[in-house]
Every structure is written in structure tokens, then in C-alpha cells.
């Protein structure tokens, strides 16, 4: 009997244990596990893609285009579409949230006409006060942000390998318009050509390449008078566009010459070639006199 009930009870402190480990394994959260909906929202987190495009909007506001590949500005959604889209879903919220203070990050999937939204809150940042006629008011100094994913191409094929052998596809990649607006109820003021004019006014500087490795690109512009800030001049936007080179060069040396030492100078110039975030090749072509300050029998 004590040998049946020492069992019993066994088991049930081992199913115990075992429903203890479980609910462990299975917790929703883990400081040493990402959970699923940053994995699932912010697998990419802001300004990680090769190719970011800035645009300052009035009232100090943002937009981000961010790319995987440059051709993508050629192949996008309806950007404007998205934002419409977003905006509609945002506007039961947008009103309740305009003016609490708390800075928020809205991070947005677009299945079809039915957004899923995450709203990350920060009110852990500092909060600012001023005074308004007299009267203690909450300033808000930092801007809420809403980033919305999306796919895109970029033209090109990929190669792509089988038991039938090679085939040809084309491949999307990820893609993200990110606002930042001074309160998430701003959304709702865009005009409904804002994205677009944006996109316009790069592809204007940006040309499509035809590999299916894209540089890194970054160009900042003030959308109130359609230029470019950063970088000072378009043909910069590419960090590693492949490009060739064609530069003058000229060296001064010493070198040991039939045991004594002459000096030389090398004059001509330098082919530069490749990519400059990758590899970058050189070929010189030189003309190099040597001159020796002294005479003897061996020169």
C-alpha cells in the first residue's frame, strides 16, 4: 500500500514538474527569445536597408523610403494607396491619442484592405511642460513614427536552381515608408500625392542598374523647394556605384640601383575600376626617370 501510494505520488509530482517546465518553455515572452511580433514588425529595424531616401515635409514632418534594392523605386505599390489606406485605420485612434503626450511608434502590415497594427508606447521618455497663456501644458518634442511594410521587385531575374535545372525568376523584397509625424493624427493631413511626389523627385537623380546587387544610396531632400540637401551633388547618392576612374598621378621615390641609391620620380596616370564598396581595381600607366647625383664605374 505505502509502495502504491509513494508512486501516486510520484506522479503527480512529476506531472507537476513537467506542467511547471511547460508553462516556461510556452511563456509569450522571453528575455533570451524575440517574440514573435518583433520578429513579425520590426524584423528590419529602421535605416538596416542599403537604400534610404529622406524627405522633409512642412510642419517639420518626415518620410522615409526605405529600399532593399534601388530598382524598387521603379516597381513600387501605389505608395500613396498604403498611406490612404493607414491613415483610415489610424483615425479612430489618432483622436484619442492627439494630445496624451506620449510618443508612440505605429508599425503597419497591409493585408489587403485589412491593416494589422502594433503601437508601441514610450512613456518611458522624459515629458517636457511649458507654459500656454499663463496656464502649465504638456509639450510634446518628439515625433510618433509610423512605419509601413511592404514588398516590391526590381526587374531583374534570379537564378534559381532545381532538380530541372537552372530557371529565372523574379523576387520580392521588402520595402518600408516610414513616417514621422509631430502626432500620429498629422496622417491624416498628408496630401494624397505626398509619397508619390517624393518618389518623382529621387527617381529623378536614381537610374535603375542592371544587377541584382544594389550599392548602399542615401540622399536627404527639401520637398518645400524639390532639392537635394545631402549629398551636395547627385552623382554622390551611391556609396559603392561602380564606376571607372581616370586620374593623374605622380610619385616621388628612392630606389637601390646597382648598390647605391637613386632617386625617381613616376609621372602618368591611374584607371580606376570596380565597385567602391566592394572592389576597386587600379591600372597605372607610368613614366618613371631615375636620377643619380653621382658617378662612379658601376652607374
Known amino acids: 500500500m ?3 501510494l509513494f508512486s501516486a505520488l510520484l506522479c503527480i509530482a512529476t506531472n507537476a514538474m513537467s506542467q ?3 508553462g516556461g518553455y510556452y511563456s509569450t515572452y522571453d528575455n533570451t527569445v524575440t517574440n514573435y511580433s518583433e520578429t513579425r514588425f520590426n524584423g528590419t529595424k529602421p ?7 529622406h524627405f522633409w515635409l512642412p510642419q517639420q514632418n518626415r518620410l522615409v523610403l526605405e529600399l532593399w534594392h534601388v530598382n524598387q523605386l521603379y516597381h513600387l505599390p501605389n505608395v500613396d494607396s498604403l498611406v490612404q489606406v493607414t491613415a483610415k485605420a489610424l483615425y479612430q485612434l489618432s483622436d484619442s491619442l492627439k494630445a496624451d503626450g506620449v510618443v508612440r511608434r505605429f508599425d503597419v502590415i497591409l493585408n489587403g484592405d485589412k491593416p494589422i497594427i502594433r503601437v508601441v508606447e514610450h512613456k518611458h521618455l522624459p515629458k517636457q511642460y511649458t507654459f500656454v497663456k499663463g496656464d502649465l501644458a504638456q509639450l510634446k518634442m518628439d515625433q510618433d513614427t509610423i512605419r509601413i511594410q511592404f514588398t516590391a521587385g526590381t526587374g531583374l531575374q534570379v537564378k534559381y536552381m532545381d532538380n530541372s535545372g537552372a530557371t529565372y525568376k523574379q523576387q520580392l523584397y521588402p520595402g518600408y515608408v516610414m513616417l514621422l509625424v509631430n502626432n500620429v493624427a498629422d496622417i491624416q493631413q498628408l496630401p494624397e500625392t505626398a509619397v508619390q511626389q517624393c518618389v518623382t523627385r529621387v527617381q529623378q537623380d536614381v537610374k535603375p542598374i542592371t544587377k541584382n546587387w544594389s ?3 542615401f540622399a536627404s531632400y527639401n520637398m518645400k523647394t524639390g532639392q537635394i540637401i545631402a549629398p551636395y551633388k547627385a552623382k554622390y547618392i551611391f556609396s559603392g556605384r561602380e ?3 581616370l586620374a593623374p598621378n605622380v610619385y616621388v621615390g628612392m630606389q ?3 648598390g647605391s641609391f637613386a632617386t625617381s620620380v613616376a609621372l602618368g596616370y591611374r584607371l580606376g575600376y570596380g565597385n567602391e564598396s566592394i572592389k576597386k581595381q587600379y591600372v597605372y600607366a607610368m613614366w618613371e626617370p631615375m636620377f643619380f647625383f653621382s658617378r662612379d664605374a658601376s652607374n
Request: charge should be positive; charged fraction near 20%; glycine fraction near 4%.
Open 47 to 53: 535605416g538596416a536597408l542599403k537604400c534610404n531616401f
Open 20 to 22: 511547471i517546465n511547460m
Open 215 to 217: 550599392s548602399n544610396a
Open 256 to 258: 637601390a640601383v646597382r
Open 243 to 245: 564606376q571607372k576612374t
Open 2 to 4: 505505502r509502495s502504491l
